[in-house]
Nanobody, 125 residues
């Protein structure tokens, strides 16, 4: 079992930045990956970014490339999502998730085994 705790959400204006954190309750094994997803009201949950725990390979949704950066701190069992140049369309509940995944599987929510409770990000225009 892995418990995940997100933090760092909030209300910001367009163009601002936020950094989300996702802390895992235990050390993540080398074959794990962590993903960030978001869900806006009335929409399906969508992939935002993901990172392979061993090696640090990353993947991003086209809508956030160049603005968001995912990173990790192995010693703290924590991943981060740095969000810059935020837009109103980035508004939603952001979730982190972990699972035993390879790079090509990062974008699909069905491959993740454990999910955090979510943190709200609201970007006003």
């Amino acid at each position: 079992q892995v418990q995940l705790a997100e933090s760092g959400g909030g209300l910001v204006q367009a163009g601002d930045s936020l950094r989300l954190s996702c802390a895992a309750s235990r050390r993540l094994l080398r074959d794990f990956a962590m993903g960030w997803f978001r869900q806006a009201p009335g929409k399906e949950r969508e992939f935002v970014a993901g990172i392979i725990w061993l090696g640090g390979g990353t993947r991003y949704a086209d809508s956030v490339k160049g603005r968001f950066t995912v990173s990790k701190d192995n010693a703290l069992n924590t991943a981060y999502l740095q969000m810059n140049s935020l837009k109103p369309e980035d508004t939603g509940v952001y979730y982190c998730a972990v699972g035993r995944l390879v790079y090509t599987e990062l974008v699909s929510a069905t491959g993740y085994d454990y999910w955090g409770q979510g943190t709200q990000v609201t970007v006003s225009s």
